[in-house]
Every structure is written in C-alpha cells, then in structure tokens.
T-cell receptor, first 114, second 115 residues
Framework: DTGVSQNPRHKITKRGQNVTFRCDPISEHNRLYWYRQTLGQGPEFLTYFQNEAQLEKSRLLSDRFSAERPKGSFSTLEIQRTEQGDSAMYLC????????????FGPGTRLLVL | AQKITQTQPGMFVQEKEAVTLDCTYDTSDPSYGLFWYKQPSSGEMIFLIYQGSYDQQNATEGRYSLNFQKARKSANLVISASQLGDSAMYFCAMRQPRGYSTLTFGKGTMLLVSP
C-alpha cells in the first residue's frame, strides 16, 4: 500500500520564476488537500479537491497560485511569479470519505525562493 | 472560528518515561474530530491518533493515548515508554464536519527524548 507521494522534494528557484509541484494521493482516496507550512508554524490549509472538483480555496491562495486535479487522481500546484514569501513546505494530503476521514500526508515539497 | 492552542514550545523526557503534550481547542460546533500528528525532521506528517467528539472512550493506539476532557476542551497526547525515535514535532489538529473537513493545526510542540 503506497502512501502519498510528492515531487519534487526540494525546489530552489529565483524570485519571479514559476514552479509546479505534483502530488499523487493514495489510490482509492477521493479527497485531496494542499497545505502550506512555514517555519515554526503548523500547516495551513490552501485548497481542497473532491475527485476532480476544486471545492474550497483559502484566502492564503492568491491569484498567483493555481491547483488542478484533472482526472481526480494526481494534483498539481503551480505558483507563478514566485516571491520570497512563498518559501515554505508545501504538503499534500489525501483522505477517503468516511467517519474518521483521516488525512494522510505526503513528505512535502520544500520551496526556497531566492 | 476554530482554534487550536499548544502552549508547550518544547518538552524534554528521558527514554522509557511517559510524557504528556497539551492541546486545547475552541469550537462552537458539537461535532468535531481531533487528531495528533508527528513530524520528524524529514518533514512528513505522520498520523498518530484520532478522537471524535462523541466518542465515549479515550482513544488509544499502541503507546499513544489521548486524554480527552470535553468540558475543558482539551485533548492531550500521552506517550508512554518514550523512545529516542519519538523525538519530533507534534501537532494537534481539529476537523469540523461543516465545510470540507479541512484541518486546523496548532503551532506544535517539539519533543526531545534523551537516553
């Protein structure tokens, strides 16, 4: 049983560049979440998909951020015109609709914007 | 708005001892779920234990147990027989059924286990 995977694990980019991260959830999970975690803080919710539909977006998700889950399987998170404040760990989680609905997290992508 | 508070930035414990990590929460919804996650230095969030607001008994998972006091709105994690590998950040999180079940996390507690 494979867990949630994320690629790349690390990304260093220059300010103004675009970056894209990928998340592969646990295969039977229909819900997928993106979170952002900055140093010394807990993860903060960014956006949520149920199957291929993006159902909720946080106010943290500025216009420079876009997320997709085209076939209800993997998801991508793109950041355009990166800023130094975008430097963070980006975590993806997936869950199956049921009573507990435990979210299982991937290893995250660490982004550093120079 | 829901809120999670973890007041202990760091905790020290000796190997084989028990340790309690504190978590208080604030919500007006009677139905909610509480989670604890472990985050080692590698960064991955590892699910440890879950407590539903209507669960009659405190949750237990191996060496982890949750001291759930609903009236006090606290959900403390108890780790028994600490091991060196328990050294990590620990996060308490809450999920509400309204909306889309996103999690709200506390700031975390760093646990260091010494030999």
């Amino acid at each position: 049983d494979t867990g949630v995977s994320q690629n790349p694990r690390h990304k260093i980019t220059k300010r103004g560049q675009n970056v894209t991260f990928r998340c592969d959830p646990i295969s039977e999970h229909n819900r997928l979440y993106w979170y952002r975690q900055t140093l010394g803080q807990g993860p903060e919710f960014l956006t949520y998909f149920q199957n291929e539909a993006q159902l909720e977006k946080s106010r943290l998700l500025s216009d420079r951020f876009s997320a997709e889950r085209p076939k209800g399987s993997f998801s991508t998170l793109e950041i355009q015109r990166t800023e130094q404040g975008d430097s963070a760990m980006y975590l993806c989680a997936s869950s199956l609709t049921k009573v507990k609905e435990t979210q299982y997290f991937g290893p995250g992508t660490r982004l550093l914007v120079l | 708005a829901q809120k999670i508070t973890q007041t202990q930035p760091g905790m020290f414990v000796q190997e084989k001892e028990a340790v309690t990590l504190d978590c208080t929460y604030d919500t007006s919804d009677p139905s909610y779920g509480l989670f604890w996650y472990k985050q080692p230095s590698s960064g991955e969030m590892i699910f440890l234990i879950y407590q539903g607001s209507y669960d009659q008994q405190n949750a237990t998972e191996g060496r982890y147990s949750l001291n759930f006091q609903k009236a006090r709105k606290s959900a403390n994690l108890v780790i028994s027989a600490s091991q060196l590998g328990d050294s990590a950040m620990y996060f308490c999180a809450m999920r509400q059924p309204r909306g889309y079940s996103t999690l709200t996390f506390g700031k975390g507690t760093m646990l260091l286990v010494s030999p």
